[in-house]
């Protein structure tokens, strides 16, 4: 059922959020962080949800979640050893666990706190696990490395890492089940773009070590990584102007969370997040949920702006809702791209050689706008859609479900849902960096 028939107003002066709330999200993302001294992240401690217990160590949200831990700690050794530490601990005793439906290193979930495989039935393998999980660690070995902790990285880190990649560089084409767990196919743009990622991020970590034994792994890293690269050019749909998940489902916020998490280094994925491709599906899938979902037309005839985002149209999960983590990404996106811009302005990058025009168009900009405008656009843009989203959770003592109810407006789905904390909190992170940078070149 269509219920929209505004456009949406991606302009507002402040996000909604404070610092005295950011800090009480901050607070629950860390007590779900090594679960019961395990170095387990839960995915949640609902154990009652549409969907089952969340209570499990589900790879994909968990390597999500370390990888902005570090981030929104400025990757300082000192704020996220503990942590680290524990989770290098978690990743050792999860690799070496017997599996009997699947490879462990595409095992979707685990049991907390003994690491052992689930062993009902699921949706496997998930092949982005490897990928995600091998990038997370390659981040604390340049934090271990900055702190001239090399041997420690080399013998306690670098072995985890590389056994998923000796699973990625071997199987990466094979079918997998999509990240929402439903879908199976060989070719998603979440989990190309992830491999991707990690083969081009972790030749970097490699070259970092200075390990002579590593030189062919790292060619050879590079040469999957380009290959990789080229099938994931065939996924930008010419005749709508969007980058496809795939044959089998299209249209996937996904593909948004795809650009924000591996898309923000140019050179390391064919569509960044400052390319008119993001731009061009943030425009097809923004107004898709906008017509997709009633709470987006409610919220338009009060005055609220912004948008709410699910996982798919036509979603059925749950009943088919936006997303809290979906929705705070897609902000994400709009910041993300604001300042990787202005940060390169004065490079002759291939960032600063690009008009942008696919981004003025999506927020009505003249095709002659300056990268100034255009970031302060996309820091209203980011900022209507956080505000949008902050006016369905703020009432909840900074508890973050998974999802908003697309009738009612409040929180619902899986509560205290760690993947939501961590959207939520790299958002306002990355916002906080992009109005720092546009108060210095103003002055």
């Given at each position: 059922?269509?219920?929209?028939?505004?456009?949406?107003?991606?302009?507002?002066?402040?996000?909604?959020?404070?610092?005295?709330?950011?800090?009480?999200?901050?607070?629950?993302?860390?007590?779900?962080?090594?679960?019961?001294?395990?170095?387990?992240?839960?995915?949640?401690?609902?154990?009652?949800?549409?969907?089952?217990?969340?209570?499990?160590?589900?790879?994909?949200?968990?390597?999500?979640?370390?990888?902005?831990?570090?981030?929104?700690?400025?990757?300082?050794?000192?704020?996220?050893?503990?942590?680290?530490?524990?989770?290098?601990?978690?990743?050792?005793?999860?690799?070496?666990?017997?599996?009997?439906?699947?490879?462990?290193?595409?095992?979707?979930?685990?049991?907390?706190?003994?690491?052992?495989?689930?062993?009902?039935?699921?949706?496997?393998?998930?092949?982005?696990?490897?990928?995600?999980?091998?990038?997370?660690?390659?981040?604390?070995?340049?934090?271990?490395?900055?702190?001239?902790?090399?041997?420690?990285?080399?013998?306690?880190?670098?072995?985890?890492?590389?056994?998923?990649?000796?699973?990625?560089?071997?199987?990466?084409?094979?079918?997998?089940?999509?990240?929402?767990?439903?879908?199976?196919?060989?070719?998603?743009?979440?989990?190309?773009?992830?491999?991707?990622?990690?083969?081009?991020?972790?030749?970097?970590?490699?070259?970092?070590?200075?390990?002579?034994?590593?030189?062919?792994?790292?060619?050879?890293?590079?040469?999957?990584?380009?290959?990789?690269?080229?099938?994931?050019?065939?996924?930008?749909?010419?005749?709508?102007?969007?980058?496809?998940?795939?044959?089998?489902?299209?249209?996937?916020?996904?593909?948004?969370?795809?650009?924000?998490?591996?898309?923000?280094?140019?050179?390391?994925?064919?569509?960044?997040?400052?390319?008119?491709?993001?731009?061009?599906?943030?425009?097809?899938?923004?107004?898709?949920?906008?017509?997709?979902?009633?709470?987006?037309?409610?919220?338009?005839?009060?005055?609220?702006?912004?948008?709410?985002?699910?996982?798919?149209?036509?979603?059925?999960?749950?009943?088919?809702?936006?997303?809290?983590?979906?929705?705070?990404?897609?902000?994400?996106?709009?910041?993300?791209?604001?300042?990787?811009?202005?940060?390169?302005?004065?490079?002759?990058?291939?960032?600063?050689?690009?008009?942008?025009?696919?981004?003025?168009?999506?927020?009505?900009?003249?095709?002659?706008?300056?990268?100034?405008?255009?970031?302060?656009a996309q820091l209203s843009a980011g900022d209507a859609i956080m505000k949008r989203l902050y006016e369905h959770v703020k009432d909840d003592d900074g508890n973050m479900h998974e999802q908003i109810s697309k009738f009612r407006g409040l929180q619902t789905g899986a509560s205290n849902l760690t993947w939501s904390y961590a959207n939520v909190l790299h958002a306002l992170h990355?916002?906080?960096?992009?109005?720092?940078?546009?108060?210095?070149?103003?002055?």
């Amino acid at each position: 059922m269509v219920y929209l028939y505004d456009e949406i107003e991606f302009e507002a002066d402040d996000a909604g959020f404070d610092d005295n709330f950011y800090n009480i999200m901050y607070n629950r993302f860390a007590s779900n962080l090594n679960i019961e001294g395990s170095g387990a992240i839960c995915a949640s401690t609902d154990t009652e949800t549409p969907g089952g217990s969340y209570y499990y160590h589900w790879m994909r949200d968990a390597a999500l979640s370390i990888k902005v831990w570090l981030e929104i700690n400025d990757c300082e050794y000192d704020r996220v050893s503990e942590v680290m530490e524990a989770y290098v601990g978690w990743v050792r005793n999860a690799q070496s666990q017997i599996d009997v439906n699947t490879d462990v290193r595409v095992e979707p979930k685990f049991y907390i706190p003994s690491g052992r495989p689930y062993d009902g039935r699921w949706c496997r393998p998930q092949t982005d696990g490897p990928a995600l999980r091998a990038i997370a660690l390659s981040m604390w070995i340049m934090i271990l490395a900055k702190r001239g902790l090399v041997q420690k990285a080399v013998t306690d880190v670098w072995p985890l890492i590389k056994y998923d990649m000796d699973w990625i560089t071997e199987n990466w084409s094979c079918e997998s089940c999509d990240l929402w767990e439903e879908v199976r196919y060989n070719d998603f743009y979440w989990n190309r773009a992830a491999f991707m990622y990690s083969l081009r991020k972790v030749a970097k970590c490699a070259e970092i070590l200075d390990n002579k034994s590593n030189r062919d792994l790292v060619k050879n890293y590079r040469i999957i990584a380009d290959e990789i690269e080229l099938s994931l050019m065939l996924h930008w749909n010419k005749d709508n102007m969007f980058i496809s998940q795939s044959v089998n489902r299209p249209h996937d916020s996904s593909v948004i969370h795809a650009i924000v998490t591996f898309g923000a280094e140019s050179g390391k994925t064919p569509f960044t997040v400052c390319s008119d491709a993001a731009a061009d599906t943030l425009s097809e899938l923004c107004e898709k949920f906008q017509k997709e979902f009633y709470v987006n037309f409610v919220d338009n005839r009060k005055g609220i702006p912004g948008v709410l985002i699910g996982r798919y149209p036509g979603d059925k999960y749950a009943g088919g809702n936006p997303w809290v983590l979906l929705t705070a990404v897609t902000a994400h996106c709009f910041y993300l791209s604001a300042l990787k811009i202005l940060s390169s302005r004065n490079s002759e990058s291939t960032v600063e050689r690009n008009n942008f025009q696919g981004w003025k168009h999506l927020l009505k900009l003249p095709p002659n706008a300056s990268c100034m405008d255009l970031a302060k656009a996309q820091l209203s843009a980011g900022d209507a859609i956080m505000k949008r989203l902050y006016e369905h959770v703020k009432d909840d003592d900074g508890n973050m479900h998974e999802q908003i109810s697309k009738f009612r407006g409040l929180q619902t789905g899986a509560s205290n849902l760690t993947w939501s904390y961590a959207n939520v909190l790299h958002a306002l992170h990355t916002r906080k960096k992009l109005r720092l940078n546009l108060t210095y070149i103003n002055r």
